[in-house]
């Protein structure tokens, strides 16, 4: 059991990870819910919208799967007022979609389970929750894990790994049985099986329960935990050690310049490095020279002294009071 200290967390998947790499980017929630439905703001979020869609109404057992799946996606994309092609790999991942609607669909084919989407479940005794993107609830019961970016890579294997086991385990605490199959389909890749026996899910849950004893203000940075923590921004151990990372990216300093272009990106010299590239959704609206900031997901481009960096689409620029 998970000590009373802790009693009232609830920990996700995500959440979980964090508090085994990093205990101090980790944030429990106060219940196991959904999230409150919003206007998608990247093409993963109205890719997973349209497979939900597609799923729940059982378009993967039609003969036009693939064209359904990527007509889904343009209603949602319409519904928010989206244009998909000016979203970063919109195009892409809808032509995407199509192509691998007919893999996918065979999946869901071959068994006779009950196929639903977005389901919640959740480990009451270890207060663990998670939301599958499609599971299979019969007697061959599955479960897959949708990906519509880079984030299925090899670099990415122990974070799948680890997602894949917990979601296992909470199919398993819910149904009575660790799933037959354990899916993890990525837009750019395909299927990957992941094996996920009965030991593996023990190990991940004593690890958990030892993490639970730690306390959460213990950081251990490091670039792949760090680079998409919520907390990155105000981490000083993060600041203090991603200059000594191999790939470090990102930067802080005094703004001195602010240039911006026709192409509604902008330059900007920060604690004497040039930051290209800015998209002008990305620049804080007080950002004016003298003010201190901080990017992160930021590229350096080379060598050159001044080094110069560039920016991208997943780039957070924040203004830091001094």
């Known amino acids: ?62 003969p036009e799967c693939a064209t359904r799946l990527q007509e889904r996606f343009d209603e949602v994309a319409t519904e928010h007022k989206i244009d998909p092609v000016r979203m970063h790999q919109g195009a892409a991942t809808r032509a995407r979609l199509k192509t691998r609607a007919s893999q996918l669909a065979a999946i869901l084919s071959s ?11 959740r480990d009451e005794s270890n207060r663990l929750f998670g939301i599958l993107d499609i599971a299979g609830t019969g007697s061959d019961g599955f479960i897959i894990d949708f990906k519509t970016g880079r984030d299925a890579s090899p670099d990415s294997s122990t974070a799948i790994e680890h997602q894949m086991t917990f979601y296992a385990h909470l199919f398993q605490a819910s149904y009575g049985t660790l799933p037959k199959r354990v899916i993890v389909f990525s837009l750019r890749q395909g299927p990957t099986e992941i094996q ?60 001195e310049n602010i240039e911006r272009s026709s192409s509604r990106t902008t330059t900007a010299l920060i604690g004497g490095r040039w930051l ?47």
């Open 1 to 62: 059991m998970i000590p009373d200290a802790v009693a009232q967390q609830w920990w996700s998947a995500t959440a979980t990870w964090r508090l085994l790499h990093c205990p101090a980017s980790a944030t429990p929630a106060h219940a196991p819910t959904r999230p409150h439905a919003q206007t998608p703001d990247n093409v993963g979020s109205v890719a997973h919208l349209a497979l939900q869609t597609w799923v729940e109404r059982g378009e993967w057992s039609h």
């Open 111 to 121: 068994t006779s389970s009950d196929i639903r989407s977005e389901v919640l479940l």
């Open 196 to 255: 996920v026996t009965p030991s593996m899910v023990a190990v991940l849950l004593d690890q958990i329960r030892a993490a639970n004893l730690t306390e959460l203000t213990v950081a251990r940075p490091g670039a792949h935990t760090c680079r998409f923590c919520p907390k990155r921004m105000t981490c000083q151990p993060h600041w203090d050690a991603v200059p000594g990372w191999e790939r470090p990216d990102a930067i802080e300093g005094v703004l």
């Open 276 to 322: 290209t590239g800015i998209p002008e959704s990305a620049l804080p609206s007080a950002t004016v020279p003298g003010k201190s900031l901080r990017a992160v997901r930021v590229r350096c481009r080379n060598d050159s002294d001044p080094a110069e960096w560039t920016a991208g689409n997943t780039t957070h620029i924040q203004v830091i009071p001094r």
